[in-house]
């Protein structure tokens, strides 16, 4: 490296991103293997994205420190960099929309928080930290599949007493290997590895389940299997979904190896119960997924409220409503992320993270409240969202052109360009794409009641003892 070389110029730009896609991964869309994600119709405009994504990461652009490294990957010493690392992820769900539930930086935050506390892996503590060292000078796209397949979570082993998740079969002096499935792998099929880690309790009889690793997507014996993609042709007639279809997939692991320096958990059934709270992640996690939580909010809003001035909506009464419904949902989401960054505080590892309270009340609220904001926007919309211009009446010579841009004029906008914000309100709430972002967002955390009562068991714990009006009732 020159003098004049920094360490930015040492992360591969968006273009080398997506060369590498054609790196031999197998993945399996539609009951068809994809030859090149770039270029595929069906994933080139998230593909897209996420090259744009990687060349954002510039000093002075609110992503990366001056010496090159993402924001997402670093460990506070402050609340100021807290703050910082909240506003990197702030400008990387802005890009989106808050429409990624798996960007990249939402596993970044995982493993900085174990490299913080990177003693909780015992033996394998090394493998962590030089992990995370890679990651991050490298800026990974990263994903993780944690899941197991839904006959072992609910019905336990086949008829022949075999188990369909993911475990180690044996141990070679090169590393694990395991055998099995995980799933739901949001952004598997676009990411350049894959961490793996246990999402439920482990028994002592489950000790061959506990593994905690990270592999390249193009490992062999490695195959994603990825339900269909969302994205429309033409794109324009799905600005949103052909954007942003992150894809779900299931990991199929043929007797995979996973070499030794790539292990960060094996066989230990303790560590890997306790990996949360032996490594204070979830904090970390929160924060990313809490400020995604309100930028999407904020995201809903300017599409209900463009759409509704361009119709003149906006004037009745009852729109006004429901946008200020919309707005205080914005603002509710905005101000828990404020308040958990304002309790920034230094954890037992030394390091400052958010105020978790302020975090998982985000995280249940948005449950309930992102689902009652698409409905809100399907009924500022209203017919526009079932009656718009497609992307071919944009063309001059099309039948329909002249016709559709003087009768979808509104204020200050033609016709063409309100049916584009149509085009994505539609995306949000009248197809799959929508419907698999509310489902989405009210199972982000598992099951609402569950996390409901999780909750309150949070809140009772770090909530201050103070005097109340209701101790005078036992005077």
């Known amino acids: 490296m020159t003098a004049n070389t920094t360490a930015h110029d040492r992360i591969r730009t968006g273009k080398e991103y997506l ?6 991964r197998r993945v399996h869309l539609a009951g068809r293997l994809v030859d090149d994600l770039a270029h595929d119709p069906a994933t080139e405009g998230m593909a897209g994205f996420l090259a744009d994504l990687l060349d954002a990461h510039r000093p002075g652009e609110g992503l990366a420190a001056d010496d090159g490294q993402p924001l997402a990957y670093s460990l506070a010493d402050s609340p100021a960099a807290v703050h910082a690392r909240g506003r990197a992820f702030a400008r990387i769900a802005r890009l989106s929309g808050g429409l990624l539930g798996r960007s990249p930086d939402f596993v970044a ?8 506390a990177a003693g909780h892996f015992g ?4 493998n962590v930290r030089a992990y995370w060292k890679l990651a991050r000078d490298a800026n990974l796209v990263l994903t993780h ?3 197991d397949p839904p006959g072992d979570r609910h019905l336990g082993p086949d008829a022949r007493g075999e188990t369909q998740t993911l475990r180690s079969v044996r141990t070679t002096a090169e590393g694990v290997v395991v055998r099995g499935a995980k799933m739901l792998a949001t952004l598997s099929p676009f990411a350049d590895e894959l961490v793996v880690y246990p999402f439920r309790p482990l028994t002592e009889a489950e000790a061959d389940q506990a593994l905690c690793f990270a592999i390249p997507v193009a490992t062999p014996g490695l195959t994603l299997y990825s339900r269909p993609s969302y994205a429309a042709t033409p794109a324009d007639d799905g600005p949103l979904a052909s954007r942003f279809d992150e894809l779900d997939a299931v990991c ?3 007797d995979v190896l996973i070499p030794w320096n790539r292990v960060f958990i094996h066989g230990d059934v303790e560590t890997a119960n306790n990996l949360r709270p032996g490594t204070g992640m979830t904090a970390y996690a929160w924060h990313q997924s809490a400020v995604r939580a309100w930028i999407k909010a904020e995201t809903v809003f300017d599409l209900a409220d463009r759409c509704a001035k361009a119709s003149g909506r906006d004037r009745q009464q009852v729109v006004r409503q429901q946008l200020g419904e919309l707005a205080g949902i914005a603002e509710t989401l905005r101000g828990l992320v404020v308040a958990a960054e304002a309790g920034a505080h ?3 590892f030394g390091h400052h993270t958010c105020q978790s309270v302020p975090l998982a009340a985000s995280g249940m609220l948005h ?7 698409v409905e809100l926007l399907q009924q500022i919309v209203s017919s526009g969202l079932v009656m718009h211009p497609v992307a071919a009446d944009e063309d001059p010579g099309s039948a329909a052109h002249a016709f559709m841009r003087t009768y979808f004029a509104g ?3 033609d016709g063409l360009a309100h049916g584009r914000l149509l085009r994505a309100a539609a995306d949000l709430t009248m197809n799959r794409f929508g419907t698999r972002q509310v489902l989405y967002e009210r199972l982000f955390l598992g099951p609402p009641d569950a996390f409901q009562a999780k909750f309150y068991d949070l809140f009772t714990q770090h909530r201050d003892s103070r005097e109340s009006v209701l101790d005078d009732l036992d005077r």
């Open 411 to 413: 204020a200050g906008v």
């Open 19 to 24: 060369a590498g896609l054609a790196d031999g």
């Open 123 to 126: 033996a394998f503590q090394d």
């Open 109 to 116: 935050t995982v493993l900085t928080a174990w490299a913080g």
């Open 252 to 254: 199929r692991f043929d």
């Open 145 to 147: 599949a944690i899941s």
């Open 367 to 373: 449950a309930r409240l992102y689902p009652r904001a």
């Open 346 to 348: 230094q954890d037992e």
